[in-house]
């Protein structure tokens, strides 16, 4: 089985036909627009793939910065004890806000 086309190859491939052809009918057009629209659907992932995607990596820049210490290095002016003061909260609050879906 090949493999599908990425949106840049169908693109290329239609750019070379229509140069080649010309505009000779609005079927050709027609087609090479549903193929581009699948290619670039094919290219897309699931709204939930993009969720869990953006939750790991706030996740991992949450534990680097926080659970990790490295935000005392950003701002060097607050002590570490009120950043540990402050730790449930921001933990609160990014997990609140990661959880929320849009309207």
Known sequence: MARPKSFYEVLGAAIKDVSEHGFDSQ?????????LKDAAE????????????L???????YKR?????????LHPGVAKFTIQKLKPSLRASWTAASWRRPI
């Open 27 to 35: 079927k050709r057009i027609n087609d090479w627009m549903k193929a």
């Open 42 to 53: 094919a290219m897309m992932q699931s709204q939930r793939t993009m969720e869990r995607m």
């Open 55 to 61: 939750r790991d990596a706030l996740a991992a820049i």
């Open 65 to 73: 910065l926080i659970d990790n210490g490295q935000i005392a290095k």
